[in-house]
């Protein structure tokens, strides 16, 4: 199958998308709109995917675009103004057309349905091609693609250096931690204070793992909470292997939205038998099975500090059912080859 997708620029979205599709045995041409292509210094995703036998990734040269492309997976989100200028190079090749769009809940609804409507306009009468809507960010209860294409949200995966990485990837994949074990951490939390409204969150809840002496908070005997925090212009984040080690030692994980509402974090933490908590409006956008006290804490809306609170009340025998019920999930839902064909599936091809 000919398949292509086409971007503005990589990004952490790109690659979960191709690292999904050759995970079913697919390959893909990814076209880069950016004009700046060749010039610029790669980023470290575009190395990867360069890197990853089966995705060939180039720009600029349109003499290299196929008669016809079975299927186009056009990627506007995050830059829609920008990617969907090469649409008309590549939709009237295409017999079949995924749209990733940039109109979804990242965004109000009067801001999403503006770009919903640039992407239609551009495509014209070739919008009759696009078979499959989906959204990295969810989608609203109502917008333009309701009434006449399907609607699905893309899931995510791990962040791309523990799928790229042969000995990261065994780390995070491994199931080699026991669901009813004691661990040593309750609740923790590793990453950038970036954005502003991660920031807010993580102002919220700072001081509550914290002693007034600046100490680490032992919420009860044998028990700790972890706190690792940095800025986007000075990034200071702990090596992937102890992240991974992190993760597997505590009991919950904070995973706060950052730029995007949907991160890396929740499938990490639940790869490692860590339970997430995250935004209860985010719980849908995960393409897994996310539920309140089953398989993780969904914290309502201004509630990070009574949901600090919940966690340190939670028994261990509460904690062990949760983490149980994560271990269920692991062989049908979490393991990489079930994940990316359900990606693969919402995008519109099948596993192979």
């Avoid at 693609?145 to 994949?173: C, N």
């Avoid at 409006?281 to 809306?301: K, N």
């Avoid at 990070?304 to 994560?326: H, K, V």
């Amino acid at each position: 199958m000919n398949l292509w997708h086409l971007v503005f620029r990589t990004d952490s979205l790109t690659y979960t998308i191709c690292r999904a599709l050759r995970e079913c045995n697919y390959e893909v041409s990814v076209w880069v709109a950016d004009p700046e292509y060749g010039t610029r210094v790669e980023s470290g995703i575009q190395k990867r995917l360069a890197e990853t036998e089966g995705i060939h990734v180039f720009g600029g040269d349109s003499f290299r675009v196929p008669q016809a492309i079975d299927r186009l997976i056009v990627q506007t989100f995050p830059r829609p103004a920008e990617a969907v200028k090469a649409l008309p190079l590549l939709a009237p090749r295409a017999r079949a057309i995924t749209l990733i769009s940039s109109g979804d809940r990242s965004r109000c609804w009067s801001e999403a349905m503006k770009l919903q409507w640039l992407e239609t306009r551009t495509l014209g009468a070739l919008v009759g091609k696009v078979d499959r809507i989906v959204y990295k960010d969810g989608f609203h209860g109502i917008d333009l693609f309701r009434s006449f294409r399907r609607r699905d949200v893309i899931g995510f995966d791990a962040h791309s250096q523990f799928l790229h990485l042969p000995d990261l990837f065994s780390a995070m994949h491994a199931c080699d931690w026991n669901a009813d074990d004691l661990r040593p951490v309750l609740v923790s939390f590793l990453g950038s204070q970036d954005p502003g409204s991660r920031k807010a969150i993580l102002d919220s809840v700072r001081h509550l793992f914290h002693t007034p002496s600046g100490g680490a908070r032992s919420p009860r005997p044998g028990k700790s909470m972890f706190w690792h925090e940095y800025s986007d212009a000075e990034p200071a984040g702990v090596p992937p292997a102890d992240f991974v080690d992190m993760l597997t030692r505590s009991d919950f994980t904070l995973c706060p939205r950052g730029y995007s509402l949907i991160t890396h974090r929740p499938i990490e933490a639940m790869l490692r038998g860590s339970i997430p908590v995250l935004s209860a409006d985010e719980l849908d956008l995960y393409g897994v099975e996310l539920v309140d006290s089953r398989t993780c804490i969904a914290v309502e809306a201004n509630g990070w500090p009574a949901a600090i609170e919940r966690i340190c009340q939670i028994t261990e025998r509460e904690i062990s059912g949760m983490r149980n019920n994560i271990l269920s999930m692991r062989e049908p839902v979490l393991e990489y080859p079930q994940l990316a064909s359900r990606i693969c599936a919402r995008l519109g091809l099948p596993p192979r």
